[in-house]
């Protein structure tokens, strides 16, 4: 049965010397239960750090992330780890295989992390369950990209975890592979009562789920069901990239014209304008990776 996850006023800043970049800016959202949400928005946007802060895999600068009730921020590192194994699946962008092992070996590996008895057994029912069982002996790199990431899923699936969080996980994939891992992580985890969050800044792939969830500059900006007006005369992402480049030029025309007249100092601007600046690189360098 899946687990209900409350965020509150969730906060995270990373910090390198005297600069600071502040990925999450008090977000706040709730999923019940057994129900399926994507969290939808351009690269930059937080989309992967609120992922890794409900999976236990970092920790929040302020704020609450609840799980089941589990409150993570008060967790110690031995109930995280514990967390991790048992109560949550991850599903990356990149496969996260093990290179060396098969199919079956990376399947079973959760479960013998956590020493669950029957592994190969419940190993070979997952991967069944995602159309690869004539493939268990097969290696990561004898594996097409939608083959492994099915395998992947299989791994998320394997100690029966409430919780799974995609990170997108079809980023990687053309649209034909895309279409069959997202339709089987949806529908496999309906079947088994999953809590489902996943990442994407794919339109297709939000369709699929009960809820949508609009982030943008580390913060839910709105809420949607399939099939409502966020997707009515959508852009395509490389629009809204360059749309979010021009507003963080803006921003840093803003703070530079607010240091002149006087209204803040000078740390505040060095750490202000190296936060923004981080921001406009990456999104520059994004929007160059996708040949515009």
Do not use: W
Request: with cysteine.
């Amino acid at each position: 049965m899946g687990v209900e996850v409350v965020v509150k006023d969730l906060v995270k800043i990373y910090r390198t010397g005297k600069s600071e970049v502040q990925a999450l800016r008090g977000l706040s959202m709730s999923v019940e239960p057994g129900e399926v949400v994507a969290v939808m928005g351009p690269s930059g946007c937080g989309k992967t750090t609120l992922l890794n802060i409900i999976g236990g895999l970092d920790r929040p600068t302020a704020g609450q992330v609840l799980v089941g009730g589990k409150n993570l921020f008060l967790a110690n590192e031995a109930e995280l780890e514990r967390y991790r194994l048992l109560e949550v699946g991850f599903v990356f962008q990149f496969f996260n295989l093990v290179p060396t092992l098969t199919a079956l070996e990376n399947v079973e590996l959760p479960m013998a992390l956590a020493g669950k008895p029957n592994r190969r057994e419940r190993a070979m029912e997952l991967l069944g369950l995602v159309g690869l069982a004539d493939r268990a002996d097969h290696k990561p790199d004898e594996l097409s990209g939608g083959e492994q990431q099915r395998v992947a899923i299989a791994c998320a699936l394997a100690n029966d975890p409430p919780l799974i969080l995609a990170d997108e996980p079809t980023g990687e994939l053309d649209r034909a592979s895309a279409k069959v891992v997202i339709d089987l992580l949806v529908n496999l985890s309906r079947e088994m009562g999953k809590t489902v969050i996943i990442a994407t800044h794919d339109q297709a792939v939000a369709r699929e789920t009960d809820r949508i969830l609009r982030m943008e500059d580390g913060r839910i900006i709105g809420e949607y069901r399939p099939g409502e007006a966020v997707f009515e005369g959508a852009v395509s992402i490389e629009e809204e990239i360059s749309r979010r480049v021009e507003a963080v030029r803006k921003r840093i025309s803003e703070l530079e014209e607010a240091f002149r007249a006087g209204r803040i100092g000078a740390e505040e601007f060095v750490a202000r304008y190296t936060e923004l600046s981080s921001l406009l690189r990456a999104l520059e360098l994004e929007l160059r990776r996708r040949g515009h």
